[in-house]
């Protein structure tokens, strides 16, 4: 089965600045990569769908990128609402496997 | 608006049967092209994709739990259910239901259910 890898683990970053999560896959999964937002005690939502496409109502101030293997999230200019834990998935094939998370903090 | 709502027992011991249903309203679980999951996270960790079952019927579980799972659906209730055999401590978690819209993404979410492992 493809394993996806998220880094960093968790992050630490000051309101304005430029964030960027990357996203692995051991194999190739095409363009077959969404992006969900976990706030603390919250249900996730999808934040990104086929690798850049921004889901409706997701600020533009998120983006996504990359194909095949390797994939990013940026944040372009971070928020305090931004707070937590961001997930990878794939979806090209089952299982539809997530990456482990990464925790995004404010500084 | 699509609602998914969890319910079952909170409570399991070792090596039973963990049984949790979904109850969906505003919608129709039969309503073509989507997919109805079970998702799990154990408490401070993240996301395990459980299964599917998709609205013909067909199912498709993770491999690391096809052994122990088994998801059904039942239509005249608007429905679909979760059983997770020999469960042990590591099966806490909460789990949540959710809808796979047809591009293969979670579009709706339950709002989770926490199942605690324990004699």
């Known amino acids: 089965d493809i394993q996806m890898t998220q880094s960093p683990s968790s992050l630490s970053a000051s309101v304005g600045d430029r964030v960027t999560i990357t996203c692995r896959a051991s194999?190739?999964?095409?363009?077959?990569l969404a992006w969900y937002q976990q706030k603390p005690g919250k249900v996730p939502k999808l934040l990104i769908y086929a690798a850049s496409t921004l889901q409706s109502g997701v600020p533009s101030r998120f983006s996504g990128s990359g194909s095949g293997t390797d994939f990013t999230l940026t944040i372009s200019s971070l928020q305090p609402e931004d707070v937590a834990t961001y997930y990878c998935?794939?979806?090209?094939?089952?299982?539809?496997?997530f990456g482990q998370g990464t925790r995004l903090e404010i500084k | 608006q699509l609602q998914l709502q969890e319910s079952g027992s909170g409570l399991v011991k070792p090596s039973q049967t963990l049984s949790l249903t979904c109850a969906v309203s505003?919608?129709?679980?039969?309503?073509?092209?989507?997919?109805w999951s079970w998702i799990r996270q154990p408490p401070g960790k993240g996301l395990e994709w459980i299964g599917y079952i998709y609205h013909s019927g067909s199912t498709y579980y993770n491999p690391s739990l096809k052994s122990r799972v088994t998801i059904s659906v039942d239509r005249s209730k608007n429905q679909f259910s979760l059983k997770l055999s020999s469960v042990t401590a590591a099966d806490t978690a909460v789990y949540y239901c959710a809808r796979v819209d047809p591009r293969r993404t979670i579009d709706y979410w339950g709002q989770g259910t926490l199942v605690t492992v324990s004699s």
């Open positions: 998935q794939k979806y090209n094939s089952a299982p539809f496997t």
């Open positions: 194999q190739g999964i095409s363009n077959y």
């Open positions: 505003g919608g129709s679980i039969s309503s073509g092209g989507y997919s």
